[in-house]
């Protein structure tokens, strides 16, 4: 039997210096933190987005990188855009070692209304441009005998989200493709895991937020007092994709402030509420 030995040290934590990193949907608040976070940990971070122009914004945001920092417009719908990409990241870093797959979209629509044109937009960006993605870089991964891949999912991967088209189903697509991922690759050295947020404050989401009442509603609904942000999300990544990680694979972080464990509470319980408990 053979072991595998970490390769942090003192001076990288993570692991992740120099680590050649993919990240899809990378112009997006969330993809742009963990862009940010990569960079700051030390990786060479390859931002795909099909947005050529918020790409451009993303790196002007994230400043000066230099040589660690690439933008590659990319449509994870399509294989041969990604395959390019592929390329092009081998060719001038060598193979990717770390995916992030966090490409998604979402759309308003009843389950039974929803007109099959608009499903199948739906899974081919949320779920089969995951396994499309996972697909080009995980053959990178595997020659190189080591690697990671962490996809962004959703707590309504488990959890019905109603009137939000197929966005549950993909998103409960992507978790069981990643153990799927987690059992076929992991003879060879490369992990899979899904980090799943809750509630997370982000530019798109945004304007969800513009009534004082409903961010106060929101807060209290969770444990934690707080809407997520763009950073929670990222450190949890970056912990999953790194070598301290390194026997954690075919795994599901939630990170939601304990709000998937607080739905009881959520429930008027007369005798048994918090001001209840206080006077006993």
């Not at 390019?84 to 389950?111: E, F, R, T």
């Not at 081919?124 to 962490?150: C, D, E, I, P």
């Not at 019905?160 to 088209?165: E, I, L, T």
């Not at 799927?180 to 899904?194: D, F, K, P, Q, T």
Request: aromatic share 4%.
């Amino acid at each position: 039997m053979t072991s595998r030995t970490s390769n942090v040290d003192g001076n990288d934590w993570l692991g992740l210096k120099d680590k050649v990193s993919v990240v899809t949907g990378a112009a997006g608040g969330i993809g742009r933190e963990i862009c940010r976070q990569l960079l700051a940990s030390g990786a060479r971070v390859a931002m795909l987005d099909r947005d050529a122009q918020e790409l451009q914004q993303a790196v002007a945001d994230l400043g000066g990188h230099g040589a660690t920092l690439k933008t590659i417009v990319a449509d994870v719908t399509d294989l041969s855009s990604l395959q390019a990409a592929g390329k092009q990241v081998q060719s001038q870093w060598g193979p990717c070692l770390l995916l992030v797959n966090n490409a998604a979209a979402l759309y308003a629509d009843a389950i039974m209304d929803i007109k099959l044109d608009k499903w199948n937009q739906l899974l081919s960006v949320n779920l089969t441009g995951y396994l499309l993605s996972a697909q080009v870089f995980g053959q990178q991964m595997l020659a190189q005998g080591r690697g990671s891949m962490v996809h962004i999912a959703s707590i309504s991967a488990s959890i019905p989200q109603p009137f939000s088209g197929a966005y549950s189903v993909s998103k409960a697509g992507v978790t069981m493709l990643s153990r799927l991922l987690a059992v076929e690759l992991g003879e060879n050295g490369v992990r899979s895991n899904v980090v799943s947020p809750a509630m997370i404050r982000t530019p798109m989401s945004e304007g969800i937020y513009k009534d004082p009442a409903v961010l106060r509603r929101r807060e209290e609904m969770a444990p934690a007092g707080r809407i997520g942000t763009p950073a929670d999300i990222a450190q949890a990544v970056l912990f999953l994709a790194s070598d301290r990680a390194g026997y954690i694979s075919g795994q599901e972080i939630l990170v939601d402030g304990a709000l998937t464990q607080a739905w009881l509470s959520l429930i008027p319980r007369p005798g048994f509420e918090k001001l209840d408990a206080m006077q006993a």
